[in-house]
């Protein structure tokens, strides 16, 4: 009995131990923040820690590259100054980040970016721009000069919210031939053919554009990890869209709330995330609601069931991450200045709080990625020669 209690001993330490991760933190700076904040987490007990931090101005919104050598920052500067994109190098032995450079967004205030699977090309959606841009990687990480802007024309019903266009995301589709870009101000969901060959990467794909209802807002994209659906939240209506997926083509099947049916409330959600394992999907509520709401996916179909509303123990929740391993899900409150881990229920997807929160002024912007546990800091050239491959 001792010899089997001590081997599940070691098999729970080596389990937990295989699955900490980095998680980066990406925050607004007109308060108390400093920048990028960089924790362990423990995919297996909810456990965290602090690691690092790095200064930064207004890094809302942060993307990893496929490597995990490199991490990749907008920064809002203000609505009548262009924004920029900042490169990072990141040392997975000691969690250590260290600025690399910036470069001009091309826009007023970036507040998306997402980075290609080859690690070659950024795409930046800047909001009050209302443009989205492609700029190239180079081999050191570094990010090279702007090589192409497309700028959207246009307005919505909503006269303070939808005075012109407002970019909100830039989601490259499973396939990685397609960017999938979200126009708040124009009520339009567009699309584009990425050619990482082409100077200038990105072209419009001709009557592919999705026309949401007047005043929706549409925000963020995400898809099924598994399955050609794709499901879009809207942010002034608080609606969620759910598309059929086939070639950069999008066709709606489903529209469905993200909030009760009597709230009466001021709207504004913010994110959408499907869980690993693609039985659920999530989004996260601000205005007056403050709320993640649950949904259980119809895995023929790829329609969405409400399965219930949880509260984010927090006021304007932003962005927010399911870990890896689909166990906890993890929400930025930016005005209460704390990020909650709740637990997810597997068999019902609900959520359930841990008691465990990460303190941090203004965060906004959540993104994770394993942790090496190979890797020794004492070995230098050891860890390089590892990093030159895939994790």
Same mark, same amino acid.
């Given at each position: ?286 205005? #007056?609601?403050?709320?993640?709401? @649950?949904?259980? *996916? +119809?895995?023929? !179909? %790829?329609? =969405?069931?409400?399965? /219930? ?25 930016? #005005?209460?200045?704390?990020?909650? @881990?709740?637990? *997810? +229920?597997?068999? !019902? %997807?609900? =959520?359930?709080?841990? /008691? ?36």
């Amino acid at each position: 009995m001792r010899l089997i209690l001590c081997l599940l001993t070691l098999f729970s330490s080596f389990t937990a131990f295989t699955q900490d991760y980095y998680l980066f933190i990406g925050t607004y700076t007109s308060g108390k923040s400093k920048g990028i904040y960089v924790y362990q987490f423990n995919a297996a007990t909810g456990h965290f820690k602090a690691v690092s931090d790095i200064a930064s101005k207004n890094p809302s919104y942060l993307a990893i590259s496929p490597t995990g050598q490199y991490l990749y920052s907008v920064n809002e500067n203000g609505a009548n100054e262009a924004g920029q994109v900042s490169a990072y190098s990141f040392d997975k032995s000691t969690g250590q980040l260290q600025f690399l450079n910036s470069r001009s967004s091309g826009g007023a205030d970036p507040c998306y970016i997402s980075e290609n699977k080859s690690g070659k090309w950024l795409f930046v959606a800047n909001y009050s721009g209302g443009s989205l841009a492609a700029l190239p990687v180079n081999a050191d990480g570094t990010v090279d000069s702007l090589k192409q802007i497309i700028q959207h024309e246009g307005k919505g019903a909503n006269k303070d919210r939808q005075e012109k266009a407002h970019v909100h995301s830039t989601v490259i589709s499973p396939d990685e031939k397609f960017l999938m870009v979200a126009d708040l101000g124009m009520d339009q969901e567009f699309i584009y053919k990425i050619d990482t060959s082409a100077k200038q990467p990105l072209s419009a794909v001709t009557d592919t554009a999705v026309l949401m209802e007047p005043g929706s807002g549409p925000r963020h994209l995400t898809f099924h990890p598994t399955k050609p659906y794709g499901y879009l939240v809207n942010e002034l209506s608080g609606n969620v869209y759910v598309f059929n997926y086939n070639k950069g083509k999008l066709k709606q099947i489903q529209q469905i709330s993200s909030h009760p049916n009597n709230y009466t409330g001021e709207k504004g959600s913010a994110d959408i995330h499907v869980s690993p394992d693609g039985k659920f999907l999530y989004t996260s509520n601000r205005g #007056d609601a403050n709320s993640l709401a @649950i949904y259980a *996916i +119809d895995q023929t !179909t %790829g329609k =969405l069931v409400s399965k /219930g509303f949880q509260s984010t123990m927090g006021k304007h929740p932003r962005n927010f991450m399911i870990d890896p391993t689909g166990h906890f899900l993890l929400v930025a409150n930016k #005005d209460s200045d704390n990020i909650v @881990i709740f637990s *997810i +229920d597997p068999i !019902t %997807g609900l =959520l359930n709080a841990t /008691g465990e929160e990460i303190n941090i002024p203004n965060p906004v912007c959540l993104k994770m990625i394993k942790k090496c546990t190979t890797c020794n800091p004492k070995a230098k050239k050891k860890h390089k020669s590892h990093h030159k491959k895939k994790l």
